[in-house]
């Protein structure tokens, strides 16, 4: 019986017609993620299992890029990355630049009628889609992060932004950030009334200390996500990868599959020189 072998091909989406690459030049691929060291996760895990008091929503960002999402039927009500669905870990990648309002205002709060002025969140997408708010926030920001006090300049979204993204952006699967956490000012000393609340109770995942590397198109790309799938876990390691065009900003990149019928030909193997059963006995 011959063998069907499946491969990916990254191929090009041109308005109705589909345009394979035959060169990797097309596509760029861009490693979001932020680093984690085993010494942070001890540290972070360590202090949830001596019950220290943690500063959850300041973030934590030496963590590493941070994934949660609220898990129903969970008897200690944690946020579990195991349960996010397979299906969500491959979609659209939208990027919405903030950087503008935060060289005004640092700790900016993104207002519901501020961001309806991007298409991205006044529309619902089309594909499966995880929203990147790009803040701007590099690595030397940290040190606005006072976790002992739970005193923090971080930008971040409003509660009425995140209710109006759950409610009507129906095929926003993840939200992510540059960010240490999504908390802003006015969601930052509540308990219930949370960004992570709203958003993780509506199933939409959130990635948290995305590390933009370069210039990216704001459409157009693709991201796979992948969680380390640990159980009763707030925060764990994510790799975060995006595929993007390189060549217009009109292109988008999509995935396609290609079946190939390989001819039969004798494998390249000693199994088939050597009697294995004769050397054995």
Same mark, same amino acid.
């Given at each position: 019986?011959?063998?069907?072998?499946?491969?990916?091909?990254?191929?090009?989406?041109?308005?109705?017609?589909?345009?394979? $690459?035959?060169?990797?030049?097309?596509?760029?691929?861009?490693? $979001?993620?932020?680093?984690?060291?085993?010494?942070?996760?001890?540290?972070?895990?360590?202090?949830? /299992?001596?019950?220290?008091?943690?500063?959850?929503?300041?973030?934590? !960002?030496? $963590?590493?890029?941070?994934?949660?999402?609220?898990?129903?039927? +969970?008897?200690?009500?944690?946020?579990?990355?195991?349960?996010?669905?397979? /299906?969500?870990?491959?979609?659209?990648?939208?990027?919405?630049?903030?950087?503008? $309002?935060?060289?005004?205002?640092?700790?900016?709060?993104?207002?519901?009628?501020?961001?309806?002025?991007?298409?991205?969140?006044?529309?619902? !997408?089309?594909?499966?889609?995880?929203?990147?708010?790009?803040?701007?926030?590099?690595?030397?920001?940290?040190?606005?992060?006072?976790?002992?006090?739970?005193?923090?300049?971080?930008?971040?979204?409003?509660?009425?932004?995140?209710?109006?993204?759950?409610?009507?952006?129906?095929?926003?699967?993840?939200?992510?950030?540059?960010?240490?956490?999504? /908390?802003?000012?006015?969601?930052?000393?509540? +308990?219930?009334?949370?960004?992570?609340?709203?958003?993780?109770? +509506?199933?939409?995942?959130?990635?948290?200390?995305?590390?933009?590397?370069?210039?990216?198109?704001?459409?157009?790309?693709?991201?796979?996500?992948?969680?380390?799938?640990?159980?009763?876990?707030?925060?764990?390691?994510?790799?975060?990868?995006?595929?993007?065009?390189?060549?217009?900003?009109?292109?988008?990149?999509?995935?396609?599959?290609?079946?190939?019928?390989?001819?039969?030909?004798?494998?390249?193997?000693?199994?088939?020189?050597?009697?294995?059963?004769?050397?054995?006995?």
């Amino acid at each position: 019986m011959k063998k069907h072998i499946f491969f990916v091909t990254i191929i090009v989406e041109i308005t109705q017609h589909i345009q394979c $690459l035959s060169e990797t030049r097309g596509i760029e691929v861009v490693d $979001l993620t932020s680093p984690t060291t085993w010494k942070d996760m001890s540290k972070y895990y360590g202090a949830v /299992e001596n019950h220290w008091k943690v500063c959850v929503n300041c973030g934590a !960002p030496q $963590l590493g890029t941070a994934f949660h999402m609220e898990h129903f039927g +969970s008897q200690l009500g944690s946020m579990q990355p195991a349960v996010v669905p397979t /299906e969500y870990l491959l979609s659209r990648l939208l990027i919405v630049d903030l950087t503008t $309002l935060t060289e005004i205002n640092p700790a900016v709060v993104l207002t519901l009628d501020v961001a309806l002025q991007w298409s991205a969140l006044k529309h619902d !997408p089309v594909e499966p889609t995880l929203l990147f708010f790009r803040f701007g926030w590099k690595e030397e920001d940290n040190r606005k992060i006072n976790t002992k006090t739970c005193s923090c300049k971080v930008p971040g979204l409003s509660f009425e932004l995140a209710e109006w993204i759950a409610a009507n952006l129906s095929r926003v699967i993840g939200v992510a950030t540059d960010t240490p956490t999504f /908390e802003s000012e006015q969601t930052r000393e509540f +308990s219930s009334r949370t960004v992570a609340r709203v958003l993780g109770r +509506s199933g939409i995942y959130m990635i948290e200390n995305v590390h933009y590397r370069k210039k990216m198109p704001e459409q157009g790309c693709m991201a796979i996500t992948m969680p380390l799938k640990l159980l009763n876990a707030g925060y764990a390691p994510t790799r975060l990868t995006a595929f993007c065009p390189t060549t217009r900003t009109d292109l988008s990149v999509v995935l396609g599959l290609m079946k190939i019928v390989p001819q039969e030909a004798a494998p390249n193997s000693r199994l088939y020189d050597v009697n294995l059963d004769e050397i054995l006995n």
